[in-house]
């Protein structure tokens, strides 16, 4: 392939080869190719986290009270801050991105493989910052009650409105089983770790507290959750059958299973491509290096990559507004 | 596509920009400054952008317009689907801006009618 400069047809010769439909080469186009199939890939996702949205929208988890951690700063309520600062890294690894295209037209490769240094460096950062916040999104904060039907119980100071762990206020009971580990008992059987604590130890230690009561998922015309009385609390624990820590994708304590599920996926598959980014572009900087590009004459192959991160982080900007800010 | 080439005015030319790195500069602080807007929005949550308005709170009305507005200076500026002839612009676009719509439309529909029959149906989905 030659550079993508804007050669003169001679009309004589359309059908000869060496015509470029669009004015872009081969490569690109096929990355645009890609770059619209992806995009209507993850435009399905997030349409149907909305649709799930829909359907629950009064029950729905709201994302300020799941997403409150920050670096650093242990027990400080933080929502949205992280977030916003993982994407202004993706959003400054995307400009680093251009300029390193940039570079590569005026063919300065000691600049291209700075800027695509930085750019790897970006990456990298937000994929480290991507697995921070699953890890606080699994291991979870107060842990919750779940009764037969799947709905969360969170528990509550009526004094002070303040969200409180179940391990706080749950009272031990002497002789509740411990996790079965392969090393008892029979042989080879184990099971997956139990919570901290039990559902009786935590029905205790809320009937003995008397300025507990339980949030429901429902959400009031406010948008805020319910709050119950405490007579009603009473009533509502006597439903509860399992103790939720954290959330996986069968159980998740903040709130509505599916927002669990959805937060794994697409989060997910977003990180994935990240990831990949990271790797594409590994090998193209080692190409700068090793001066692939400089021989070839032009740097066609970094505007390439280029377009791909880009989309990635275009694809971040709407991840960012449904799962946090909507 | 050669350097002299780029398209270097962006706000319909309100802005003209000396150089191509100039330019990329001046995108980023724009982004910058649209995505602070939407976390401090975030934050603060005004009560007055919080009323109803077509079915959805005007906040998140807001939300979706500047995603969109950051959406299209990261795919015409940083994508250079500024510097593309039209026919390319076209193609690219015009899929995702008929298709996405249209998907939009039918599932979050269909989503708030199973919301109304999970709601108002005889059955208990809360036990």
Same mark, same amino acid.
């Given at each position: 392939?030659?550079?993508?400069?804007?050669?003169?047809?001679?009309?004589?010769?359309?059908?000869?080869?060496?015509?470029?439909?669009?004015?872009?080469?081969?490569?690109?186009?096929?990355?645009?190719?890609?770059?619209?199939?992806?995009?209507?890939?993850?435009?399905?996702?997030?349409?149907?986290?909305?649709?799930?949205?829909?359907?629950?929208?009064?029950?729905?988890?709201?994302?300020?009270?799941?997403?409150?951690?920050?670096?650093?700063?242990?027990?400080?309520?933080?929502?949205?801050?992280?977030?916003?600062?993982?994407?202004?890294?993706?959003?400054?690894?995307?400009?680093?991105?251009?300029?390193?295209?940039?570079?590569?037209?005026?063919?300065?490769?000691?600049?291209?493989?700075?800027?695509?240094?930085?750019?790897?460096?970006?990456?990298?950062?937000?994929?480290?910052?991507?697995?921070?916040?699953?890890?606080?999104?699994?291991?979870?904060?107060?842990?919750?009650?779940?009764?037969?039907?799947?709905?969360?119980?969170?528990?509550?100071?009526?004094?002070?409105?303040?969200?409180?762990?179940?391990?706080?206020?749950?009272?031990?009971?002497?002789?509740?089983?411990?996790?079965?580990?392969?090393?008892?008992?029979?042989?080879?059987?184990?099971?997956?770790?139990?919570?901290?604590?039990?559902?009786?130890?935590?029905?205790?230690?809320?009937?003995?507290?008397?300025?507990?009561?339980?949030?429901?998922?429902?959400?009031?015309?406010?948008?805020?959750?319910?709050?119950?009385?405490?007579?009603?609390?009473?009533?509502?624990?006597?439903?509860?059958?399992?103790?939720?820590?954290?959330?996986?994708?069968?159980?998740?304590?903040?709130?509505?299973?599916?927002?669990?599920?959805?937060?794994?996926?697409?989060?997910?598959?977003?990180?994935?491509?990240?990831?990949?980014?990271?790797?594409?572009?590994?090998?193209?900087?080692?190409?700068?290096?090793?001066?692939?590009?400089?021989?070839?004459?032009?740097?066609?192959?970094?505007?390439?990559?280029?377009?791909?991160?880009?989309?990635?982080?275009?694809?971040?900007?709407?991840?960012?507004?449904?799962?946090?800010?909507? | 596509?050669?350097?002299?080439?780029?398209?270097?005015?962006?706000?319909?030319?309100?802005?003209?920009?000396?150089?191509?790195?100039?330019?990329?500069?001046?995108?980023?602080?724009?982004?910058?400054?649209?995505?602070?807007?939407?976390?401090?929005?975030?934050?603060?949550?005004?009560?007055?952008?919080? /009323?109803?308005? @077509?079915?959805?709170?005007?906040?998140?009305?807001? $939300? %979706? #317009? *500047?995603?969109?507005?950051?959406?299209?200076?990261?795919?015409?500026?940083?994508?250079?689907?500024?510097?593309?002839?039209?026919?390319?612009?076209?193609?690219? /676009?015009?899929? @995702?801006?008929?298709?996405?719509?249209?998907?939009? $439309? %039918? #599932? *979050?529909?269909?989503?708030?009618?199973?919301?109304?029959?999970?709601?108002?149906?005889?059955?208990?989905?809360?036990?």
């Amino acid at each position: 392939m030659e550079v993508a400069t804007s050669t003169p047809t001679d009309q004589t010769n359309v059908w000869g080869g060496g015509m470029r439909p669009l004015n872009a080469s081969y490569g690109k186009l096929m990355m645009w190719f890609f770059i619209v199939s992806d995009a209507l890939t993850f435009s399905g996702f997030l349409v149907s986290y909305g649709f799930s949205r829909y359907k629950n929208i009064d029950s729905w988890p709201i994302a300020d009270e799941v997403f409150t951690h920050f670096p650093f700063l242990h027990g400080v309520d933080a929502p949205m801050y992280y977030v916003a600062l993982m994407t202004f890294i993706l959003i400054f690894s995307s400009v680093t991105m251009v300029l390193a295209v940039d570079a590569g037209h005026h063919m300065q490769k000691g600049k291209v493989t700075l800027y695509m240094f930085l750019t790897i460096i970006g990456g990298a950062i937000f994929v480290g910052s991507q697995a921070w916040e699953w890890k606080n999104f699994i291991k979870g904060e107060y842990g919750a009650l779940e009764t037969k039907g799947g709905q969360i119980l969170q528990f509550l100071d009526q004094n002070t409105g303040k969200r409180i762990a179940l391990g706080e206020f749950a009272q031990p009971i002497a002789g509740e089983r411990t996790t079965h580990a392969g090393s008892n008992g029979v042989w080879y059987v184990t099971e997956s770790e139990l919570p901290s604590v039990s559902v009786a130890e935590v029905k205790a230690g809320f009937e003995s507290n008397e300025n507990l009561v339980i949030r429901i998922q429902k959400l009031d015309e406010n948008g805020h959750k319910t709050v119950l009385s405490r007579a009603e609390s009473l009533e509502k624990i006597n439903a509860a059958t399992t103790v939720v820590e954290g959330a996986n994708l069968i159980h998740n304590e903040y709130g509505n299973r599916l927002f669990a599920d959805f937060f794994f996926f697409i989060t997910g598959f977003h990180g994935f491509h990240v990831f990949s980014g990271v790797i594409i572009n590994l090998i193209i900087f080692f190409n700068v290096i090793v001066g692939t590009y400089e021989k070839r004459g032009h740097y066609e192959m970094v505007e390439k990559v280029g377009l791909y991160w880009h989309f990635v982080d275009l694809v971040w900007v709407f991840v960012f507004t449904f799962f946090y800010l909507v | 596509m050669a350097a002299d080439q780029h398209n270097l005015a962006i706000f319909r030319g309100l802005l003209k920009f000396k150089s191509n790195q100039q330019k990329i500069w001046g995108v980023l602080i724009f982004l910058s400054i649209v995505t602070i807007i939407e976390v401090f929005l975030g934050i603060v949550k005004p009560q007055f952008l919080m /009323v109803p308005f @077509l079915r959805m709170k005007l906040l998140n009305w807001i $939300f %979706i #317009i *500047l995603t969109l507005v950051k959406a299209y200076y990261i795919a015409w500026d940083f994508m250079h689907i500024r510097d593309e002839t039209s026919g390319l612009k076209g193609s690219i /676009v015009l899929p @995702l801006l008929i298709l996405i719509p249209y998907l939009v $439309f %039918i #599932i *979050l529909l269909e989503g708030d009618y199973i919301f109304d029959v999970m709601r108002d149906g005889f059955v208990s989905w809360n036990f």
